[in-house]
């Protein structure tokens, strides 16, 4: 019988969300403000200012914080939702100025099935 192993580098998935969102108008600033804390409020971290990553156990609970982040797009500006495997994350190289900078790490997830 082979056993697999659940939290594996290519089940584990990263999501993305990029977005320019204009702030002109106080509605426009606001609209944003609630983008923001409602990433916040659904598990994502800021990686810089216009870019939130959240590490998800699998495509499946992946595939339901996009949904979410889907359904409170903003009126008005552009987003884009990326996910991307735990493999191709530990890829990135990070940098800050000439000095290498370490990656955030996974966050542990309960799971209870």
Request: hydrophobic share 40%.
């Amino acid at each position: 019988m082979i056993t697999q192993n659940r939290f594996n580098q290519y089940r584990t998935m990263w999501i993305y969300i990029f977005f320019d969102l204009p702030t002109e108008t106080k509605q426009e600033v606001r609209a944003a403000n609630q983008f923001r804390k409602m990433l916040l409020n659904n598990g994502f971290t800021m990686f810089q200012f216009s870019i939130y990553i959240r590490h998800c156990s699998s495509r499946e609970n992946a595939k339901v914080h996009v949904r979410r982040v889907k359904t409170n797009l903003p009126k008005n500006g552009k987003v884009a939702v990326l996910t991307v495997t735990d493999k191709q994350f530990g890829m990135m190289e990070l940098f800050h100025g000439r000095k290498v900078i370490p990656k955030p790490p996974p966050k542990l997830q309960l799971e209870l099935f």
